[in-house]
Nanobody, 116 residues
């Protein structure tokens, strides 16, 4: 059974930091591109950062967020620094394998609220 379990969300003041974690199980983690997406109320889900053959970031988080993965722990992280109120959203972990054996998995999400 495939599972992606996010943790690390919460309430933080502007300028603060949070580290999100996503622990995967039920599939071969190292075969998959791992990404973080977010969805704010009334907005579409958007890509925040991804790591696979290359690492990519949305322009709005470049220089503030860092994605990393530990294939020995089946875990992907998102270190978020210099948080802004506009970063408030539910953050989702995604695992995707393209080409033959295509698969796409999502976690349940973790709430991040940036407010004073």
């Amino acid at each position: 059974q495939v599972q992606l379990v996010e943790s690390g969300g919460g309430l933080v003041q502007p300028g603060g930091s949070l580290r999100l974690s996503c622990v995967a199980s039920g599939f071969t983690f190292s075969w998959y591109d791992m990404s973080w997406y977010r969805q704010a109320p009334g907005k579409e889900r958007e890509l925040v950062a991804g790591t696979g053959s290359s690492t990519k970031y949305a322009d709005f988080v470049k220089g503030r967020f860092t994605i990393s993965r530990d294939n020995t722990k089946n875990t992907v992280y998102l270190q978020m620094n210099s948080l802004k109120p506009e970063d408030t959203a539910v953050y989702y972990c995604n695992a995707r394998r393209t080409g033959l054996g295509y698969a796409d998995y999502w976690g349940q999400g973790t709430q991040v609220t940036v407010s004073s």
